[in-house]
């Protein structure tokens, strides 16, 4: 038993902010032992948001999430803290979707690239690569983050100074943010390592 929770596996994925073009993506190794809200958590991160408005998933024709009846309707969420990515893999699932935000719509898309065996040198979840910085928060959707890009990037646009004020700074859509990105996933697999290791030591008992 103890053996089998010391080797570990890892599966790495793309994921993809539909609806903009160039591509704002972010590739990651997670835990195959990770829920998807664990992943929730893991997205949140890699695309810099907060997390304090509604998500779901997306796997074939089931939903998951946190259940919430003024949203559930006729298809209720199933709980995303009751299914692992091995799951998922093991069902030969090898893309799914994600959505943040029902009112700015920012649906992702999930790929499966690769499952390898974790390197014991590394710290999981891992940020590997990507591409451009994602939109803020309540920025109003794909129309309203390409409105904002053209306000924040041409000083002599009418909303400029609405929108620095607005977004608290400047905002250059080119730079993915990679330290503030490696920071928080940091954070997140310490926290795992730290409750594998106080696993591992009650089992070795």
Do not use: C
Not at 58 to 77: C, H, I, M, N, S
Not at 109 to 135: M, N, Q, T, V, W
């Amino acid at each position: 038993m103890t053996e089998l929770v010391r080797t570990e596996q890892i599966a790495r994925l793309r994921i993809t902010l539909e609806g903009i073009e160039p591509a704002i993506w972010r590739q990651v190794e997670v835990p195959l032992n990770a829920t998807l809200k664990a992943l929730h958590d893991v997205i949140q991160a890699a695309f810099g948001w907060e997390g304090y408005h509604l998500h779901l998933f997306e796997v074939g024709e089931e939903r998951y999430g946190a259940p919430d009846p003024e949203w559930d309707g006729l298809r209720p969420l199933r709980s995303e803290k009751a299914i692992y990515l091995a799951t998922l893999i093991e069902r030969g699932i090898e893309r799914f979707g994600y959505t943040y935000d029902f009112g700015d719509d920012w649906r992702h898309e999930i790929a499966i690239e690769a499952l390898e065996a974790a390197d014991p040198a590394k710290e999981y979840p891992r940020f590997l690569s990507g591409a451009r910085r994602a939109p803020p928060e309540d920025v109003g959707g794909v129309p309203g983050y390409e409105e904002f890009v053209r306000a924040m990037t041409h000083p002599r646009h009418r909303e400029h100074k609405a929108m620095l004020t607005w977004h608290g700074g400047p905002y250059d859509p080119e730079d993915i943010g990679e330290a503030e990105i490696v920071a928080a996933l940091g954070k997140q697999a310490r926290r795992r390592t730290l409750g594998r290791a106080a696993y591992l030591k009650s089992v070795d008992r």
